[in-house]
């Protein structure tokens, strides 16, 4: 092989590496006679740090691995406060919930991990997501809260010694919870800190499914799609697609068009979430689309938007409380 060849086989290897965009104008991966696979799904998990502990972190990532499914599985431990405290998540800043160190999510994740090593057979592999939300009430700023989390995942996950599991970071932004510009300060400052992968279980709240009309909380559609990962490629979207009518795949659809239009940039769809078990848990309202229902419904409405088939999404992910 000369060296022209070899160089160019270098180039084809390395874009056949890279994740495709939604709305990708390249030749499409599939084809209308061939079956898209649902991947199986994982569990992630509201973790409230104050009752938490070791055992019941370990014993949830050997769990997970006993599933043989790889792929995300996120932690959310709810808001960030002043002095690297956390807030429960579903809390608001006047509860008396006793706040936790940001050290105890490290901790978490450590015995997560090495309860997924532990029970893991085979190479089964996971990308534990350590999660906040964008709450703007805990005293921080956007800048401040994104540095201090991409410092402790970077910590984490340089501490980490299991090739098992491979640490990365995770925010569930709602339009309802902060002012658009907290929120893109946040995002801005992670990916500015750091290149570690950041997964985006984010809402749509209020936005529309065709124009450009704003979503809750004067949120614009420009807002949303940033909040996803538009023009940032470490940034994956997860985002919830919780309802049973299928309104917030076709918003999520269409985020993403208007992102290829308005930006040339669709945004990059690692998968799905739903919240089926933790609607068994507490009362959901028909919004308790089971994992493969909620992967199912973002493939199709990704795809009804779409100039060519997308990629199969690897992963769906359900989210359950302890």
């Not at 991990?113 to 939300?133: E, I, P, S």
């Not at 769809?269 to 089971?290: I, L, V, W």
């Not at 199969?312 to 302890?322: M, N, S």
Request: with cysteine.
């Amino acid at each position: 092989m000369t060296t022209t060849q070899r160089l160019l086989a270098t180039a084809i290897a390395t874009l056949l590496a890279l994740p495709a965009p939604a709305h990708a104008t390249t030749t499409p991966t599939t084809t209308p006679t061939q079956t898209t696979t649902y991947p199986g799904h994982t569990t992630s998990r509201y973790v409230p740090l104050g009752p938490a502990t070791a055992d019941h972190a370990h014993d949830a990532g050997c769990t997970e691995a006993r599933t043989g499914t790889n792929g995300v599985r996120i932690l959310f431990f709810g808001t960030q406060e002043t002095n690297n405290q956390l807030r429960e998540p579903g809390t608001s800043h006047n509860t008396t919930t006793p706040r936790a160190t940001t050290t105890k999510a490290a901790a978490y994740a450590h015995h997560w991990a090495k309860g997924f090593t532990d029970c893991r057979t085979g190479h089964t592999h996971a990308h534990l997501a350590l999660g906040v939300n964008n709450k703007d009430d805990g005293g921080l700023t956007g800048t401040t809260a994104a540095h201090q989390w991409a410092t402790l995942v970077d910590n984490t996950r340089q501490r980490s010694t299991t090739p098992a599991v491979t640490i990365t970071a995770a925010l569930d932004a709602e339009p309802g919870w902060s002012t658009p510009r907290w929120a893109r300060d946040w995002i801005n400052t992670y990916t500015d800190t750091t290149q570690t992968p950041l997964h985006t279980a984010n809402s749509a709240d209020g936005c529309p499914t065709t124009g450009t009309a704003h979503c809750n909380n004067n949120w614009t559609l420009a807002d949303v799609h940033h909040l996803a990962g538009g023009g940032q490629p470490t940034v994956h979207a997860l985002p919830q697609i919780y309802r049973t009518d299928g309104i917030q795949a076709r918003q999520w659809a269409h985020i993403s068009r208007w992102g290829h239009t308005h930006a040339n940039d669709p945004l990059r769809f690692a998968g799905a979430m739903s919240q089926h078990t933790a609607c068994q848990q507490r009362t959901c309202n028909n919004t308790d689309n089971t994992p493969h229902q909620a992967w199912t419904q973002l493939t199709d409405a990704l795809n009804a938007h779409s100039s060519t088939r997308i990629p199969p999404l690897k992963t769906a992910t359900d989210i359950r409380w302890p």
